[in-house]
């Protein structure tokens, strides 16, 4: 069961993780259309699905397979577990900004440049590296 488990929660990771390193290059490209035009309507629509379809759902799973896994596997007052729970924190509290970012988009309310978007691009996958260190290597 708990290698079962751990699959799904790999398998959940991924589509996550997808969606996360694509979003903000939507972001990207988004903040250079004209406000109206049918470029950034398009832009809206692909927000709002990568966002609800694959996100949010890829997320709760992770999560939940995540616990069990911590719980199962008595993970929870290993030293790597902690410092990879402080990172997943981080990653979905860059999760809920995103939500926020396209909200504002679908607003027409963006105020950010591109250079901003590029930058935070990079954060997901900072905190990737981490976090897969962290669960495979288990340095402490
Ligand atoms: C959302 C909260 C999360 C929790 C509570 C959690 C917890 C866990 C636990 C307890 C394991 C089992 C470790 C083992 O059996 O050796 C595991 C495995 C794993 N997790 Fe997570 N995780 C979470 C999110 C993530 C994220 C966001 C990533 C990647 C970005 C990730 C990547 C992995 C990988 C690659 C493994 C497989 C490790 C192995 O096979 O040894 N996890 N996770």
Known sequence: MYEWIKA???IAVIAWMAGMLYL???FVYHCQADVGSKQSETFKTMERRLLKAIINPAMIVTWLAGLYLAW???WLAAGWFHGKFLLVLLLSGVHGFFARLVKDFAADRNTRSEKFYRVINEVPTVLMIGIVILAIVKPF
Do not use: D, F
Request: proline share 11%.
């Open 8 to 10: 799904l929660h790999v």
């Open 72 to 74: 199962a596997g008595h």
């Open 24 to 26: 903000p290059r939507l």
